[in-house]
């Protein structure tokens, strides 16, 4: 059965450290890994990887895929009360997109 | 301008009700998808449909139905027999391509909170 393990599940840390957050999976027919942040509504995309090795940077975001040991990391440095949210991992395998349930990040002030 | 919108965002209804979940999008998307989010769970898929006229059942389908006779919209129909059916309902849409490998990202609309009491 395909699966996506995210860890940890939630992360309480003050503004200005810096994060790691974890995506592991075992599915078949792997296509591509995806982040999404969700704040009390819509996800919102954040990186879709699909090589190893190759890091995907977005200001204070990045993110790098391991396909020989099957894990993702998403990166968040210098951490700010507006990067509170719910973190979604999901692998693309076929079709649809399988989710893991997310690692919720408090960021206090 | 492009977005997906779902409507109603809250909505109450009483155990033993149908009830039907609206999705439009204008982002001329092939695919469209439908999740349902539980408290401290990940998403979950109910249905998607790759092409008007054809949709697929996900991995929590029992108790839900829908349709897609346009290109713009994929509604959701909760059925009575939907034994747990309060939570957060997303819906989905995303560029397809037919066979071969493909990625993409999955782009969703601000959902709708169904209550059944």
């Known amino acids: 059965e395909d699966k996506v393990v995210q860890s940890p599940l939630s992360l309480v840390v003050h503004e200005g450290d810096t994060v790691t957050l974890n995506c592991s999976y075992e599915?078949?027919?792997?296509?591509?890994l995806l982040w999404y942040k969700q704040e009390k509504k819509a996800p919102t995309f954040l990186f879709m990887l699909?090589?190893?090795?190759i890091e995907k940077k977005s200001g204070r975001l990045s993110s790098i895929l391991d396909k020989k040991e099957l894990f993702s990391i998403l990166n968040i440095t210098a951490t700010q009360t507006g990067d509170s949210a719910v973190y979604l991992c999901?692998?693309?395998?076929?079709?649809?997109?399988?989710f893991g349930k997310g690692t919720t990040l408090s960021v206090s002030s | 301008d492009g977005g997906i919108t779902q409507s109603p965002k809250y909505l109450f209804r009483k155990e033993g009700q149908n009830v039907t979940l609206s999705c439009e999008q204008n982002?001329?998307?092939?695919?469209m998808y439908w999740y349902r989010q539980d408290p401290g769970q990940g998403l979950r898929l109910i249905y998607y449909?790759?092409?008007?006229?054809?949709?697929q059942k996900g991995d929590i389908a029992e108790g839900y139905s829908v349709s897609r006779e346009k290109k713009e919209s994929f509604p959701l129909t909760v059925t009575s027999a939907q034994k747990n059916p309060t939570a957060f309902y997303l819906c989905?849409?995303?560029?397809?391509?037919?066979?071969?490998?493909?990625?993409?990202?999955?782009?969703f609309g601000p959902g709708t909170r169904l209550t059944v009491t």
């Open positions: 449909s790759q092409i008007v006229n054809d949709f």
């Open positions: 989905a849409s995303s560029t397809s391509t037919s066979g071969g490998a493909y990625s993409y990202e999955q782009y």
């Open positions: 699909t090589s190893s090795g």
């Open positions: 999901a692998v693309q395998a076929g079709t649809a997109l399988i």
């Open positions: 982002l001329n998307h092939d695919a």
């Open positions: 599915v078949t027919n792997f296509r591509s």
